[in-house]
């Protein structure tokens, strides 16, 4: 009975904040996001977490596109019978396959950064639609064994197809969850609306879409994730161009398959970000910003550099790389603002939080990131020289790759000391 009353007195204060008009309204969402920060405040600076949460979510996103772009080539490329076409639907099924692991592992820092500074946004948008939240994870895991399959399925292209074809389904199912939570949460001032559907119930299934944008799904998933694909197709030609072993004249076609496909994928990219722009609400006063106009202008460097590349793939494999790069690093750049010109209209702000200064978790945080740099430096390094010569042979490391090896294991080390030995000491102090 207690209940009951309960849920009818919120719709009641629910219905009056949503017909009381937008002033009101407005008041009523800041005071909304202020009441649903951490008491406990942020534990380093909040602009330090924005740019590292910046950086690693463009680091996450570079292999998502692969995991998605190497998924659909693969699947295209099963489907035809020409030998050169089985052969590189193989090539992208493996690339395929690491870059969905390496995005997983990725994918968690610029979360925990995005969680710590916007929770107000993160948790109410991800209770929204809750369960799609907690499903995300499950069809994560199905998409990645699919893909999975279909790597060790390869020698089938018939079954390798299917299996090759719901791996991609999956993706970008994944995919447009997670762009229906982050973009529901730059809407705060329809959270009430959406979760009492207008002042006349309350939506606790957790199963409601409330807002999906197909220009931002695009831009910020679909397009790049094949413009960069090709890139990568790009650097399979470069990078195994003096391999004895290797079949020029495939790596020379695989290189123009790539910029083929790289180049209408990118003007897609650039037609569906402006189209995105266009989108967006004039209150924001987001269209007209220095790093709205970078983000486009990342799209265009990359466009023109793969127009240039069309005559020689695998010279301009480098510079398109590094055009993409840039152009994925300002994306992300505008996608962080986006955050902050939706929530200023409600005077909210992650620099806003509560400072209660703490070290020891950015020390963690830096002292693992200086660890992965050092181990991966050395691991890809290695593969990377593994790679450039023929099968059979042997690579001899030199001294320096020595050295950089016995460092590695050192630091690791010194690193899982440090990591274990800071849990004791937090447990023993809090239960000793």
């Given at each position: 009975m207690w209940e009951l009353f309960i849920r009818l007195f919120l719709l009641v204060?629910?219905?009056?904040?949503?017909?009381?008009?937008?002033?009101?309204?407005?008041?009523g969402t800041t005071q909304l996001l202020e009441a649903l920060r951490d008491p406990a405040g942020v534990p380093f600076y909040p602009v330090v977490m924005q740019v590292l949460q910046v950086i690693t979510f463009a680091l996450h996103i570079t292999f998502a596109y692969a995991s998605v772009g190497g998924l659909l080539v693969a699947l295209f490329g099963f489907t035809r019978k020409d030998e050169r076409w089985q052969r590189l639907a193989q090539a992208s099924l493996e690339l395929a396959k690491v870059s969905v692991s390496l995005a997983i592992v990725l994918g968690v820092a610029p979360l925990l950064f995005y969680q710590v500074i916007y929770d107000s946004l993160w948790y109410a948008s991800a209770n929204l639609s809750a369960a799609w939240y907690v499903m995300f994870i499950v069809l994560l895991l199905i998409g990645y064994y699919f893909t999975w399959g279909a790597y060790f399925m390869k020698q089938k292209p018939a079954v390798a197809t299917v299996l090759t074809f719901l791996g991609v389904v999956f993706l970008l199912w994944v995919g447009f969850i997670i762009h229906v939570v982050n973009y529901q949460a730059l809407y705060p001032e329809k959270w009430v609306e959406w979760y009492t559907n207008g002042g006349t119930t309350m939506n606790t299934s957790g199963w409601n879409i409330y807002a999906f944008n197909i220009f931002r799904y695009v831009a910020f998933l679909v397009a790049p994730a094949?413009?960069?694909?090709?890139?990568?197709?790009?650097?399979?030609?470069?990078?195994?161009r003096g391999r004895e072993d290797m079949d020029q004249s495939y790596l020379e076609w695989a290189s123009h398959?790539?910029?083929?496909?790289?180049?209408?994928?990118?003007?897609?990219?650039?037609?569906?970000y402006f189209l995105y722009v266009l989108s967006i609400p004039s209150d924001w006063n987001a269209k007209g910003s220095i790093f709205t106009l970078l983000g486009g202008m990342g799209i265009i460097l990359t466009l023109g550099m793969l127009f240039v590349s069309m005559k020689n793939p695998v010279k301009m494999a480098l510079p398109s790389l590094v055009a993409s790069?840039?152009?994925?690093?300002?994306?992300?750049?505008?996608r962080e603002y986006l955050r902050l010109a939706s929530t200023a209209r409600f005077g909210y702000s992650p620099y806003n939080h509560k400072l209660n200064l703490e070290f020891l978790s950015p020390l963690l945080f830096?002292?693992?990131?200086?660890?992965?740099?050092?181990l991966y430096a050395y691991a890809w390094w290695m593969a990377y020289r593994a790679g450039k010569v023929p099968k059979g042979k042997v690579v001899e490391a030199t001294e320096t790759e020595h050295h950089l090896g016995d460092l590695s294991v050192f630091v690791v080390t010194l690193?899982?000391?440090?990591?274990?030995?800071?849990?004791?000491?937090?447990?023993?102090k809090n239960y000793g």
């Open positions: 204060v629910f219905f009056l904040l949503l017909v009381g008009g937008n002033v009101s309204f407005a008041a094949l413009t960069c694909t090709g890139i990568f197709l790009m650097l399979y030609g470069w990078y195994f398959v790539g910029a083929k496909l790289a180049l209408p994928s990118a003007a897609v990219w650039l037609l569906s790069g840039v152009a994925i690093i300002l994306i992300s750049v505008f830096f002292g693992t990131l200086a660890t992965g740099l050092i690193w899982a000391v440090v990591f274990i030995g800071v849990g004791l000491i937090v447990i023993v």
